[in-house]
């Protein structure tokens, strides 16, 4: 870091936390009669369960506490209030690398790699692999509020508050990126738009960038019925992957501040959009406390409440769709900055079992000619929130990206 800004810890005030517990004890809960399953979402009793720890047993100051062993500092970019935690890199040359999460991500989820990724020695690593970590908090999620001044905030703008962010706030002329979820298009953007100074990038996933371009951008099909003659296995994935994925997407881009309108009030409204999430799409054999403690599920939901993030968290992808992608330049590939992608099993597409099924299927798909693959991985465990769940992994696939290009 070259600019002289003061960190500043996290401190969420005490009234915050009061107003948390008040209103989680007053919570009024819906009859769920017949869900002892999930089929119709989150249970009641796991719920409640949650609820009644978050406000009478969860300690947010030992989280807030961990949190602060890393540097945290509030910047503007641009009229956008960016937050970004950091961990110097140990090394003899360590590269600036910022990490860019999803949603219902926050920065946080990226707390297992931080340290092996600043100082690879520490774990066994190569010193002269270092990064210089940077990790903030997407514009309108966590810490990065409020965002009353840019209501039209989208990834590929995010991308655009990133440049900025590690040039022009933090003085640096090259550098690198990883990301997942939307934070995987974000880090697409910058691989895109600046790919002269962006090093490499990782990513946790390949879509093509004009994603949520489109009048049904929130249906994986387009709007496609399922073909009537498909096996009975890829039928039953098909549903599946709907039911993990389509709900979300459809309400944040169709009605996304009705949502939030709910979901600002009610913490405990707030987790239950969040915890199915959480629940279904990590790769948890049907209990997510064993992804995620309850500490960890409430350390995440803090955040989200303290920042008051909700709102503005599931707008973007509203954004992503009405400020559609379009292109800086028509080279191809479209993202020239080198690229590694980790896969993961867990999220395999109907018809597909295995690990070399699925990178084989994404090197002959048109999203392939998308991106300047330099490695292509696929994971059989761990699901959605990849450095979360197999962080080990992430790391030896990122840090294999990197060989070579410093």
């Known amino acids: 870091m070259t600019k002289p800004l003061e960190p500043v810890p996290l401190h969420v005030p005490d009234e915050v936390l009061d107003d948390l517990r008040r209103r989680l004890a007053a919570t009024r809960w819906a009859p769920d009669p017949g869900n002892e399953d999930g089929r119709y979402g989150v249970r009641r009793a796991y719920l409640e369960e949650l609820v009644a720890y978050w406000a009478d047993g969860f300690d947010w100051r030992a989280a807030e506490r961990a949190i602060n062993a890393y540097e945290h500092y509030r910047v503007d970019v641009g009229g956008v209030p960016v937050h970004f935690m950091r961990r110097p890199g140990a090394g003899p040359d360590p590269v600036p690398l910022i990490l860019s999460h999803g949603w219902p991500w926050t920065f946080w989820h990226w707390s297992k790699v931080v340290d092996p990724l600043a100082d690879p020695a520490a774990y066994g690593g190569d010193p002269a692999e270092s990064f210089d970590v940077i990790v903030p908090s997407l514009p309108g999620f966590g810490f990065s509020t409020p965002l009353t001044g840019r209501p039209d905030m989208n990834f590929w703008k995010i991308a655009d508050v990133w440049h900025e962010l590690?040039?022009?706030?933090?003085?640096?002329?090259?550098?690198?990126?990883?990301?997942?979820?939307?934070?995987?298009?974000?880090?697409?953007?910058?691989?895109?738009?600046?790919?002269?100074?962006?090093?490499?990038?990782?990513?946790?996933?390949?879509?093509?960038?004009?994603?949520?371009?489109?009048?049904?951008?929130?249906?994986?099909?387009?709007?496609?019925?399922?073909?009537?003659?498909?096996?009975?296995?890829?039928?039953?994935?098909?549903?599946?992957?709907?039911?993990?994925?389509?709900?979300?997407?459809?309400?944040?881009?169709?009605?996304?501040?009705?949502?939030?309108?709910?979901?600002?009030?009610?913490?405990?409204?707030?987790?239950?959009?969040?915890?199915?999430?959480?629940?279904?799409?990590?790769?948890?054999?049907?209990?997510?406390?064993?992804?995620?403690?309850?500490?960890?599920?409430?350390?995440?939901?803090?955040?989200?409440?303290?920042?008051?993030?909700?709102?503005?968290?599931?707008?973007?992808?509203?954004?992503?769709?009405?400020y559609p992608w379009t292109p800086s330049h028509d080279r191809r590939p479209v993202v020239e900055a080198p690229t590694g992608i980790t896969f993961v099993s867990y999220e395999n597409p109907p018809g597909v079992t295995t690990g070399e099924q699925r990178i084989r299927g994404f090197l002959e798909s048109d999203r392939a000619a998308w991106y300047n693959h330099v490695g292509v991985t696929c994971h059989d465990r761990g699901g959605h929130f990849i450095p979360w769940e197999i962080p080990q992994e992430w790391v030896a696939d990122l840090r294999r990206t990197f060989r070579g290009r410093r």
């Open 166 to 322: 590690m040039t022009g706030v933090l003085g640096h002329e090259r550098y690198a990126a990883a990301g997942c979820d939307v934070g995987a298009l974000v880090t697409g953007q910058l691989g895109h738009k600046y790919a002269g100074e962006l090093i490499a990038i990782h990513i946790g996933s390949a879509l093509k960038l004009d994603f949520f371009n489109g009048d049904r951008a929130w249906d994986f099909s387009g709007g496609a019925p399922i073909p009537p003659d498909l096996p009975s296995d890829v039928h039953a994935r098909f549903m599946e992957l709907d039911r993990r994925f389509a709900v979300h997407l459809a309400a944040h881009m169709m009605a996304p501040s009705t949502l939030a309108h709910g979901l600002a009030d009610s913490p405990a409204g707030m987790l239950s959009w969040m915890l199915e999430r959480w629940a279904k799409w990590s790769d948890n054999g049907g209990d997510v406390e064993r992804v995620f403690s309850k500490d960890d599920l409430l350390t995440h939901a803090t955040i989200y409440w303290a920042g008051e993030a909700i709102g503005s968290s599931v707008r973007t992808y509203a954004n992503n769709n009405r």
